[in-house]
T-cell receptor
């Protein structure tokens, strides 16, 4: 049972544009929602994370928006750059324990 | 900070042999480490949770006798793929939580690519 659904599967954005990736979860016990960036052949790198007591968190060009009632959260990448081209995974966990990952989004930023 | 290493980064072995993969937390202690498996263009699938000083907890469908996990210290967990077969070829990634910093973040190693011939 896939508990975290991620969309879109792939995304093409022009340089300077905004990349938006969405995730929805089912388990209301989840209370920690990180986003990871993964380049080919590398392990995932923690980008940014949010807990449900806030609706938005921003770190540099990366912003998480969180909607607890809808059980949805999204990643916004502002001023997208070719170097941002990677696969992005959302995830969810209960108290930082085992992570349940979304299916991933392959982002390509065209120069 | 929060650096996790894995060794080896890639390994090629013959069918029937065993392969050991090490996961180390370099600048923090990790009572809990996690082992994931990732097939090409797919998401990460949790295989097992490794707890220091106790037996690992395996996810449904993961054979504990085939994937042996040992978490002997607060900085080292090992995954041994026993009697490897070509279908075990995959990208194996570990992660660790730095609980001492009060963070819930999991930090991933660079992964180990296993090819079984």
């Amino acid at each position: 049972q896939q508990q975290v659904k991620q969309s879109p599967q792939s995304l093409i954005v022009q340089k300077g544009g905004i990349s938006i990736i969405n995730c929805a979860y089912e388990n209301t016990a989840f209370d920690y929602f990180p986003w990871y960036q993964q380049f080919p052949g590398k392990g995932p790198a923690l980008l940014i994370a949010i807990r449900p007591d806030v609706s938005e968190k921003k770190e540099g060009r990366f912003t998480i928006s969180f909607n607890k009632s809808a059980k949805q959260f999204s990643l916004h990448i502002m001023d997208s750059q070719p170097g941002d081209s990677a696969t992005y995974f959302c995830a969810a966990s209960n108290a930082g324990n085992m992570l349940t990952f979304g299916g991933g989004t392959r982002l390509m930023v065209k120069p | 900070g929060a650096v996790v290493s894995q060794h080896p980064s890639w390994v090629i072995c013959k069918s029937g042999t065993s392969v050991k993969i090490e996961c180390r937390s370099l600048d923090f202690q990790a009572t809990t480490m996690f082992w994931y498996r990732q097939f090409p263009k797919q998401s990460l699938m949790l295989m097992a949770t490794s707890n220091e000083g106790s037996k690992a907890t395996y996810e449904q469908g993961v054979e504990k006798d085939k994937f042996l996990i040992n978490h002997a210290s607060l900085t080292l967990s090992t995954l041994t793929v026993t009697s490897a077969h070509p279908e075990d070829s995959s990208f194996y990634i570990c992660s660790a939580r730095d609980t001492t910093r009060g963070s819930w973040g999991q930090y991933f190693g660079p992964g180990t690519r296993l090819l079984v011939l």
